[in-house]
Every structure is written in C-alpha cells, then in structure tokens.
C-alpha cells in the first residue's frame, strides 16, 4: 500500500468517525502492541531486540579457532589462548603492551585486555612453533604472579651460600 493510498483510507475513516475517535483509537492501538510517540513509532520489542544485538566480546580461544595457521601450531596456539583467559599469559595490559613493545607490534588503542585479544594472536599465529612453545615452557609474559617461585629460589640460594643471615633482613622483599 502506497501512501496516498493510505492517506485516502484514514481520511475516510476519519470522516465517518471523527479525528478524535480515531485519535483515541490509533493510542490505544499502540498501547496494545507496545509502541509509543517517545520511541519513535518502534514497538517496544524492536528497541529491546537491538539492545540485546550489543556484540558479545570474542574470547581468546574463540578467536584462535577463527584463525588459520598450520596444524602443528594449533595445540600451543590454544594453550596459549586459554592461560590468556585464565590471566596466566599476558595478564595485565601493561604486560600487553610490553609485548607489543618487544616484538615491535603497535599497541592496541583501547587499554583493554580483550581489545589486544586480536592483534596479540595475529602476531603469535605468525610465530614460530618453536617460540610459541619457548613462551610456554618459560612461563615468558606470565606476570608478576609468576616472580613468587623465582624469589624463593633466590633466596634459598643466599642461604646455602651463607651470605643470608635471619639476624639482618626480616626475611621478606
């Protein structure tokens, strides 16, 4: 139905029953399916269908699977992607961004660890298998959390080399 075909039927409806019977009409009309003059002439179920459209954030290993890399690096690509969704790979942004820093990658404008989720895999599915197994193994871009067992080892070493004594330092750094 175009238009003017449209404006020819309501203003014959409207000559028989009056502008504000048909005004009346029309609202209550719009009540019952959900639309209203404050959202534009939308049903309440086409606004409430495009907040729920927001894009759900793309997950690590979700992003992995999408990418192409030869099959021998598929089990550390994804071992890789879920100690970065356990935050025992590239835990912070700032651990992030010394990544980026070190491999020469721009870093992600957003300071979000989900944001680099994309730039950080492109660049490790390039890699070597080799390195991406060496970052494994090395626990490399670990964080912090990591420096735990690292610090008793220093300090048990300090110990049996005598150069330790409780007498001097309170036993913590």
């Not at 009346?24 to 459209?53: C, Y």
């Not at 759900?56 to 030869?70: D, G, H, Q, R």
């Not at 992600?108 to 599915?125: H, N, Q």
Request: proline fraction near 5%; include cysteine.
């Amino acid at each position: 139905m175009n238009k003017l075909n449209l404006e020819a039927e309501i203003r014959s409806i409207v000559c028989r029953y009056g502008l504000k019977q048909v005004e009346q009409s029309l609202q209550e009309i719009g009540r019952r399916i959900g639309i209203s003059e404050q959202n534009g002439g939308s049903t309440n179920r086409d606004i409430a269908t495009t907040h729920k459209k927001k894009k759900k954030k793309v997950t690590a290993t979700e992003y992995v699977s999408k990418l192409e890399f030869p099959p021998e690096k598929k089990p550390a690509m994804f071992e890789l992607a879920e100690k970065f969704q356990d935050k025992a790979f590239l835990p912070t942004f700032r651990d992030i961004a010394n990544f980026c820093w070190i491999y020469g990658i721009d870093e992600p404008a957003s300071k979000s660890r989900a944001s680099a989720i994309p730039r950080v895999f492109k660049f490790i599915a390039t890699m070597d298998t080799d390195e991406i197994q060496r970052m494994l193994a090395e626990g490399m871009f670990s964080g912090p959390s990591r420096l735990g067992p690292i610090a008793d080892a220093i300090r048990e070493n300090g110990r049996s080399n005598g150069s330790y004594t409780s007498t001097t330092h309170s036993g913590r750094f």
